[in-house]
């Protein structure tokens, strides 16, 4: 008696498209890992320009010598006196810093947020469609089951 293929007829054919559309079904979840990744990451430079934003607020109308708690990270702080209230030195990149008025950095700043928020919408937009695309792969793979 021959060895039977328990494939149907055609069955090097389709499994050929099941490798095929399970190798496009990995390549799309790596791709939304990536997305998510992304987004998380911008996220976080979002809340951090947030919360220099904040801190600019609170240093607004107030004066040389003004005592205040700094945040240090891990929920810790230090005691300060501001030197200069009127000055921010705000970085612009690979090392650079420039001394700016407070109105000045906050509005660097915001139109920095401002074009992480457009890049975060990008991103989202990426991951829509992504997910749609994985959807109609998994439609598709359940047709080989």
């Given at each position: 008696m021959p060895d039977e293929d328990p494939v149907a007829p055609g069955g090097a054919e389709q499994e050929e498209q099941i490798r095929e559309l399970i190798a496009r079904i990995q390549i799309n979840q790596q791709r939304m890992d990536a997305l998510q990744q992304q987004a998380n990451l911008i996220q976080?430079?979002?809340?951090?320009?947030?919360?220099?934003?904040?801190?600019?607020?609170?240093?607004?109308?107030?004066?040389?010598?003004?005592?205040?708690?700094?945040?240090?990270?891990?929920?810790?702080?230090?005691?300060?006196?501001?030197?200069?209230?009127?000055?921010?030195?705000?970085?612009?990149?690979?090392?650079?810093?420039?001394?700016?008025?407070?109105?000045?950095?906050?509005g660097i700043i915001q139109s920095r947020r401002s074009e992480l928020e457009k890049v975060l919408l990008e991103t989202t937009g990426a991951m829509e469609k992504v997910a749609a695309e994985l959807v109609r792969l998994q439609q598709e793979a359940q047709k080989y089951q």
């Open positions: 976080l430079s979002l809340n951090d320009l947030d919360n220099a934003l904040k801190a600019l607020t609170t240093l607004e109308g107030k004066d040389e010598g003004h005592e205040m708690l700094v945040p240090i990270g891990a929920g810790s702080f230090v005691h300060a006196r501001l030197a200069s209230p009127d000055k921010v030195l705000i970085g612009l990149g690979a090392g650079v810093s420039v001394e700016k008025s407070v109105a000045d950095s906050k």
